[in-house]
């Protein structure tokens, strides 16, 4: 099995994600509306995207913007939607009026992903207590990665507690990987990877046209060919 740093790449059709494998990415995370900063994708872009490649993808369960799970039971439908249509991997991630994890939302969700794998998103960058989030999680079925950026701001202020938390891996609620996202610049590899950080998670960065324009898979494959020096 390879050492080598996990790449994921956001993907919202199945050009994206045909040039992000090609570009070297390890994993998919599968969304639409970035102006809403990534929600659920459809059945239909799911199918067409697990059609077009083999690496693993991850699909978001998010129905509106914030970290306010909304509706639960119309995402309860969608989720049960995905997994028949062969989804199983997901992100997700809601906080209540507290700012501590919405346990209420989030055990019903797991529940229907019956063991599936999935990443608790960056709305721990926007949690009262980051520790206190993760010790609420820490018991749930398939939770694997945390992404985020260590601040709500972005890696620029977020790589001191990115640096920390990565020195608590296997500590109680610490065991998940943490994957960096938001914000992230080829720059930041170097003190990530020196620190025991060992994915990533690009979006913009990936798509030299902005959000108007595709992936590009030279822009992945820049990414992966500085992880891997």
Known sequence: MSNRAVLEVIALDAEDAVA???????RLELVTDMAADGLT???????????A?????????????????GDIDALVRRT??????????FVLGFLDADGRADLVAV???????????????????RAADRDGLRKQLADLPGL???????????????IPTLVVEAA????????????????????HLS???????????????????????????AAVREWRAVLDA
Do not use: K, N
């Open 20 to 26: 992000a494998q090609a570009g070297g990415a390890d």
């Open 41 to 51: 994708p459809s059945c239909a872009t799911f199918a067409e995207i697990r059609a």
């Open 53 to 69: 490649v083999d690496i693993p993808l991850r699909v978001m369960l998010r129905l509106a913007d914030g970290f306010a799970v």
């Open 80 to 89: 049960r939607e995905l997994r028949a249509e062969g989804a199983d991997q």
């Open 107 to 125: 055990e019903r969700l797991v529940a229907e992903l019956d063991g599936c794998p999935w990443t608790f998103h960056r709305a721990i960058d």
């Open 144 to 158: 694997d990665t945390y992404l985020t950026a260590g601040s709500a701001r972005g890696v620029d202020d977020g």
């Open 168 to 187: 608590r891996t296997g500590e109680p609620g610490y065991e998940p990987q943490i994957m960096v996202g938001g914000g992230l610049r080829l720059e």
């Open 191 to 217: 003190e990530l990877l020196d620190a025991g950080i060992d994915a990533v998670h690009i979006g913009g960065a990936a798509r030299p046209e902005g959000w108007s324009g595709p992936v590009d898979a």
